[in-house]
């Protein structure tokens, strides 16, 4: 098995987005090539072969109705098996390739000295609702703090939803009465490369009813400290007080009808 | 031809048992589904067109996205298929029709008769909004309230149960009626093909439809499986994706097929590997069951499994190859004719390529991830079911000329092929490019306008080429060259040796290729059979190789010609089409309040067309079985025939094994649902609802009465009358004892227990659901056998089945089936 370890040595983390970058820019490569090499022999041959009326008849053994299949094997079925043998180590040698970078992507990165920050998702019929550690809730918008991993843990109050953000490259099912976890982090470089305040879309990803279109949300990304202030400023005015059983602070959305 | 009437007539399209008439109807029919679904689709791609402005409101959208996926999937592919095998598949394997044809025109019935009902729902206030993949809880009625997605839910169902009798009937055909000499290596690839899918859907949709009942129990009758939080949505994924996953192959095999055919005929080159191809395909059909969860890595399922599940869904890809490259191989050194059907054969390749390499994407976890509900599953799913059905057209084409005897105009044809290529292309490629786009939206980032605007482009240019194709078959039919018998230079198999159409009964004398290659030969028929083979001088031979099995031999309607007609297969899907949709809206339109005792409650009717609807429908049901029963109808078995592996197993038995079989897995998938909750709830948490000495006085009853069936066979044997009667009056009799103890309990639990289908005064709502409905479902089973015991009772009272005992013997499989089912029952429910 590969060690994810290698892949993050030091302080050095590497986000989903990159990760699926990667994978994603060699599959389509080597994705390319084949089925560039494959489509251009086919047609190539298919040319070759056309019926032009000219052909000798020798090595021509034309079939006759009602025949029954003989030469099972057939004479090429070496040359099949080593295409299928190579098609065969392309494919493996892919999967073992991206399933190495799998076990990083489920573990997360090595949080440090810094920790991580945990936040409760809950689905709803059309939107988001976000619990933060203090028991501060927040709907639409997620704000978190740059150069920290943040791990979500999803659920749903009603129906199937599956929280996503293509920017980020996360994603997982919202499924009541279960809980599934993805996590993400954004660098400071990133956020002040978006002016100070990174933004990123998120949509739902699972068909959850007529609304399904417009469930959208946003995850906004501060600088550590702005976003320190904000979520200190937020212990106080808090909706509901702590988290006990997940998701079991939320309130139920106001305005928003089922 | 007992009463067959002319093609020119109405009344033989609704009579006929004949597969190639059925055949017919089937394509049709299909080809209507997919301008009906294809409207859907133009619907979706003019909402795309612009994500701020919208022709459709969301729930109509979903509406359409749903009818679209459904009518594709289950009313258009399959069935164009099933067109295909049902006329074709006796052709190439030396049969005269389908093992069972009044079982044939019934599926095709309630093929017809669930698709109706599927555009009823429409009016019904709305048909089902929930995806195709039908995700729970959206599938209950708290989120999708209009009767209209009840009525759908049961259209699927009927639907599926049309499917399973054509799977038994397909599977007994192949395996029973093989012409002499056609071993089953022998056998042409599209019947391979059609093989190996009927077997794949023998489980595959039995899960579908014990799904379908369970949400068709939550829709009707309020039991709560889908909507609990102890694993309910998660129960819905698993188990429709056991049979979701299969059904991608079950789409396809038959396109596969046709391209195996295709690719041999217009190139003059036998398939190269057969064997290993042949391998591959029944490799690909076992691997199929093993590989769903990877349509599930993004919920709660761990490291593990989902490791596993990779490793098998790389597995499966890798007999995909092989069967790909066969078919590249196969044309090299052969004289390709660029006819119409072989360039849509080999456009389906190539569109199968793509679609295959996007596929491999997809089992890379990581990968997965991202495209998870997202255009690129759409767009690699089209590539590959309707990139796969693009061969469809191209069978379509092929055997155009063998069914009408006319020729199609070639140019259309190529015309076709080019505008279908480009528009496909255009339209799903597309969907590549504008990957990002969540699936099922339409108010989507602008960013991907310009793709789907190209998309919607090429759908229009995709729907607008079937017109050609309609239009090419409409005039050719009427007025196109004769085809004569076999209008391609290298075509191999048996259909293109017969007339084109085929006479009814298809073959001049009997189809053997006992030598090698097929043949018609005559044989002897003595008065009163069996018959006999000939050598070449016409003489009787003597001589061993005759391969009757005991019970064609003792076969006692010897010289009584074949039926070809009969009206009971209209006329019971009807009936059940009228039930189904007094069911669909019984929810809304009945109510029960319940009281302090049975006699004390009342039944509310708000609306009473649903409920007359029921009533007529379930009356029609048990007069048109009734009639079906006493029908004289006569399908002869094949006298010589190739048999492996099911040799000296008689026709029907058979069939009954098959139909057992796929029970199986639907009562495995409502105690996997059982034992599944209860896993998530807590396995400990739950104890027996019901006391137990009731159910172990009814697993006694059973297997007491499973003992007297088999009396009832023996005094069947001995042609004891009143043995037979005595016997299977105790066997009723028991079995309504059965039924009186299971009403006492059920009154027991509801009225001094307070535990009914949608609630629980001692816990989970959900434990009483599963145990009414798992109960309820064996429940319909007694019924149902009890319907025929009283059937065959009266039969035996007028003197029946002394002389043929087989349907005694055949009830008595299901009976016993219904008691071993019980025996896993009784310890879920009644003892811990």
């Known amino acids: 098995m590969i060690d994810p370890v290698i892949l993050q040595q030091g302080s050095d983390w590497r986000a989903q987005a990159e990760v699926f970058d990667e994978i994603f820019f060699v599959f389509l490569a080597l994705g390319t090539l084949v089925g560039t090499i494959v489509v251009a022999y086919t047609l190539w041959n298919v040319y070759k072969y056309r019926d032009d009326g000219n052909r000798s008849d020798e090595e021509f053994d034309a079939p006759v109705v009602g025949e029954l299949p003989t030469g099972q094997g057939g004479p090429k079925a070496k040359k099949l098996f080593l295409s299928f043998g190579l098609s065969a180590i392309v494919v493996i040698s892919l999967v073992v390739y991206a399933y190495g970078l799998l076990l990083y992507v489920e573990q997360g990165p090595d949080t440090g000295a810094e920790g991580d920050i945990e936040i409760m998702v809950e689905g709803y019929q059309y939107g988001w609702a976000y619990e933060y550690p203090n028991g501060h809730t927040e709907r639409g918008e997620l704000i978190v703090p740059a150069d920290q991993r943040v791990d979500l843990n999803i659920t749903s109050r009603d129906v199937w939803h599956n929280f996503g953000s293509s920017d980020l490259r996360i994603k997982s099912d919202a499924i009541p009465g279960d809980y599934s976890e993805t996590w993400f982090a954004v660098s400071s470089e990133d956020v002040e490369a978006q002016g100070g305040e990174a933004t990123y879309r998120v949509e739902c990803f699972e068909l959850c009813g007529p609304g399904h279109s417009q469930m959208k949300g946003q995850i906004t990304v501060l600088p550590q400290d702005e976003w320190e202030q904000w979520y200190n400023s937020t212990g106080n005015s808090s909706e509901s007080a702590s988290i006990q059983a997940p998701g079991a602070g939320l309130a139920a959305p106001s305005g928003v009808s089922a | ?832």
């Open chain 2, 1 to 832: 031809m007992s009463g067959l009437p002319p093609t020119t007539s109405v009344k033989r399209w609704f009579v006929t048992t004949n597969h190639k008439d059925i055949g017919i109807l089937y394509t049709i029919t299909a080809l209507f589904f997919l301008l009906f679904g294809g409207v859907m689709a133009l619907l979706i791609r003019l909402q795309l067109w612009d994500p701020t402005s919208q022709i459709l409101s969301g729930l109509a959208y979903n509406e359409a996205v749903t009818a679209h996926g459904l009518i594709m999937v289950f009313w258009f592919l399959s069935p164009f298929a099933f067109g295909f095998a049902n006329y074709f598949v006796p052709l190439q394997i030396g049969a005269d029709d389908l093992a069972f044809p009044r079982l044939n025109a019934l599926s095709y019935w309630l093929y017809l008769g669930s698709g109706l009902l599927l555009a009823v729902s429409f009016f019904q206030g709305g048909t089902l909004s929930a995806g195709w993949t039908i995700y729970a809880p959206l599938n209950v009625p708290m989120y999708t309230p209009s009767i209209g997605s009840t009525g759908a839910v049961l259209a699927l169902a009927m639907f599926v149960t049309g499917t399973t009798a054509s799977t038994v009937n397909f599977l007994t055909s192949i395996h029973h009626s093989r012409a002499e000499g056609m071993g089953i290596m022998d056998m042409p690839m599209f019947t391979w093909s059609m093989l190996a899918t009927v077997w794949m859907m023998l489980f595959a949709f039995a899960a579908l439809l014990a799904v379908g009942l369970i949400l068709a129990a939550d829709r009707v009758l309020g039991s709560v499986y889908f909507s609990a939080t102890e694993g309910g949505s998660l129960l819905w994924g698993h188990l429709f994706w056991f049979f979701g996953h299969p059904e991608v192959y079950i789409v396809f095999f038959p396109a596969l097929g046709v391209m195996l055919e295709l690719f041999q005929t217009f190139s003059g080159r036998r398939l190269v590997g057969r064997k290993w191809v042949i391998i591959s395909i029944c490799l690909i059909s076992v691997q199929s069951f093993l590989v769903w969860m990877h349509h599930m890595f993004l919920t709660t399922i761990n490291l593990e499994i989902k490791t596993l599940m990779m490793a098998t869904t790389i597995g499966i890809s890798l007999p995909f190859d092989l069967v790909v490259f066969a078919l590249i191989y196969t044309l090299i050194k052969g004289r390709i004719q660029f006819t119409t059907p072989f360039l849509f054969a080999f456009g389906a390749l190539l569109l199968f390529i793509l679609g295959g390499i996007t596929g491999v994407f997809l089992g890379a976890i990581v990968l997965d991830y991202e495209f998870r509900g997202t255009y690129w599953v759409v767009a690699h799913f089209h590539y590959v079911m309707f990139g796969g059905a693009t061969a469809l057209f191209g069978g379509a084409y092929y055997w155009f000329p063998k069914i009408t005897g006319k020729m199609y105009d070639e140019f259309l044809g190529k015309l076709h092929f080019v505008i279908f290529f480009i528009g496909f292309n255009a339209v799903y490629f597309s969907m590549f490019l504008g990957w990002e786009t969540p699936r099922r939206v339409f108010e989507y980032n602008p960013e991907f306008q310009i793709y789907h605007q190209f998309g919607t482009i090429g759908a229009f240019v995709l729907g607008f080429s079937f017109f050609i194709m309609f239009y090419n078959f409409a005039k050719s039919y009427v007025s196109g060259d004769p085809a004569g018998d076999n209008p391609w230079d290298y075509s191999r198999t048996a259909e293109w040796a017969v007339s084109s159409p085929p006479p009814l009964e298809n073959w001049p004398d009997r189809p053997s290729y006992a030598s090698g290659k097929l043949e018609f030969v005559k044989d002897y028929v003595p008065d009163g059979g069996p018959a006999m083979k000939t050598d070449d001088n016409g003489d009787v031979a003597t001589d061993g190789g005759d391969s009757h099995s005991a019970h064609i031999s003792e076969y006692p309607y010897w010289d009584k010609p074949p039926s070809h007609a009969s009206i009971w297969p209209f006329a019971l899907s009807l009936a059940l089409g009228v039930t189904l949709f007094g069911f669909s809206g019984f929810a809304d339109a009945v109510t029960v309040e319940l009281g302090e005792t049975a006699m004390q409650s009342n039944v509310v009717v708000s609306n009473a067309m649903y409920p007359i609807a029921i009533v007529a429908g379930l009356v029609g049901l048990l007069y048109t079985g009734v009639k079906w029963g006493l029908e004289d109808f006569y399908a002869p078995p094949s006298e010589f025939a190739e048999r492996w592996p099911f040799n000296g197993v008689e026709k029907v038995k058979l069939g009954m094994w098959f139909f057992l079989a796929s029970d199986v897995i639907v009562f495995g998938a409502f105690l996997s649902a059982a034992i599944f909750v209860r896993y998530n709830a807590g396995w400990m948490t739950w104890s027996p609802l019901t006391e137990s000495l009731p159910g172990l006085i009814n697993t006694f009853v059973l297997i007491t009465s499973s003992f007297t069936v088999i009396l009832a066979l023996v005094a069947a044997r001995r042609k004891s009358r009143q043995g037979l009667l005595a016997t299977l009056g105790t066997t009723i009799l028991l079995g309504f004892t059965f039924m009186a103890i299971k009403l006492w309990e059920w009154n027991h639990e509801i009225f001094d227990r307070g535990v009914t289908i949608s609630a629980n005064a001692h816990g989970d709502p959900i434990q009483a659901s599963i145990y009414y409905v798992t109960t309820g479902l064996h429940g319909i089973h007694v019924l149902l056998g009890l319907v025929i015991a009283i059937f065959l009772f009266v039969r035996a009272y007028q003197g029946h089945y002394l002389d043929d005992e087989r349907p005694i013997e055949y009830f008595g499989l299901y009976w016993h089936f219904v008691d071993i089912v019980w025996v896993f029952i009784f310890p879920l429910f009644y003892l811990f």
